[in-house]
């Protein structure tokens, strides 16, 4: 398998860390195969069957997912070939996805917060795609479990500041990656879909989750607002975000109403998703979205923050300038024979 997604080439520039895991992608042989062989079209139920029933890990997903609430069956299935023709070949590959995401976990304490960002915005996407019907449910919860999974990668060599990347604003945390020597997980999760031979639409979807504005192809624009959606369950101001998130609704046609219906039922479908998974993901909120109350004292830091991410994207974005300028004086002095400007 290729690196091309973990090569030094895509680091941010300046950055002195060295290539993500040896460029290597540590995933689940068996979960890769099966993610795959979904996505021909060409495959039948049947012999996703069979390679589920060749992997007991998968195997065991499968009638997990299959007997868990979701399904609400009156007598649990306890064959995997019948979990399967229950599940269908959409819900095989979401499941196998799953354990791709989950096998990116780092172990170590906090790390459940980083698969909890994944599951939010996969449930976020798919809700989104069922109201608006732009595109089909499992699609985007598909590319939306894969929105985060750039930071996940990289925290397994760099936990402490992908952590708190995690914990920052969502609309704030390609700068803090950036700020931080990181490749913005936008890029990074793009180059990941297609190291899995993902569809280009997903890869789209991935890279263009953080754009300003919404993207124009279908799973793209949901993948983005599921992002804002979920952005607004996590850390910064809890108002700013919901109303970020409302206009990102309306522009996919989902009323205020319905989105945070919507959000509210998100931290219950991650515990029971996650549980589902067999990986932790942090209990659900005890208090109900939309009714805490917001100190002055909080929101005047929330300001502040906001203040200085402004400051550092100033910065990164006049870095980025000096560097392509002093890249485009290198090459002028290359072809005019004389030697190269180091950098320092």
Known sequence: MGSAALSPSHRAPGSQRSADRNGALMLSPGARKIVQAALREDVSVAELGE??????????????????????????VGNVQQACSLLGIRGLRNIALGMLVADLVPAAEGAASLLANCLRRAIAARELARISKLVRPDDAFFAGLLLEVGLLHQACDEFDECLEVSRSPGRHRVT????????????????????????????????????????EPPLAAIC??????????????????????ETAG???????????????????????????????????????????????????????????????QRVMDERDRLYKDLDEAQRALGKSGLRKIALS
């Open 51 to 76: 390679m589920a029933a060749s992997d007991p890990a998968f195997a065991l997903r499968v009638l997990s997912v299959a007997n868990s609430a979701a399904y609400t069956l009156s007598r649990e």
């Open 224 to 245: 983005w607002a599921a992002e804002l959606s979920a952005s607004v369950l996590e850390a910064g101001d809890e108002l700013q975000n919901l109303r970020l998130a």
């Open 176 to 215: 803090r990656e950036r700020g931080g020597g990181l490749v913005p997980h936008p890029m990074m999760g793009a180059n990941i879909a297609k190291e899995l031979a993902l569809p280009d639409a997903m890869v789209q979807a991935i890279e263009l989750h953080h754009e300003h504005r919404k993207p």
């Open 250 to 312: 309306s522009q996919i046609g989902i009323n205020p109403e319905d989105l945070k219906e919507l959000i509210e039922k998100i931290p219950e479908e991650v515990n029971e998703l996650g549980k589902a998974l067999e990986c932790a993901a942090g209990p659900p909120k005890s208090e109900r979205v939309f009714q805490r109350p917001i100190e002055k004292d909080l929101w005047e830091m929330h300001v502040q923050y906001e203040e200085l991410i402004l400051v550092l």
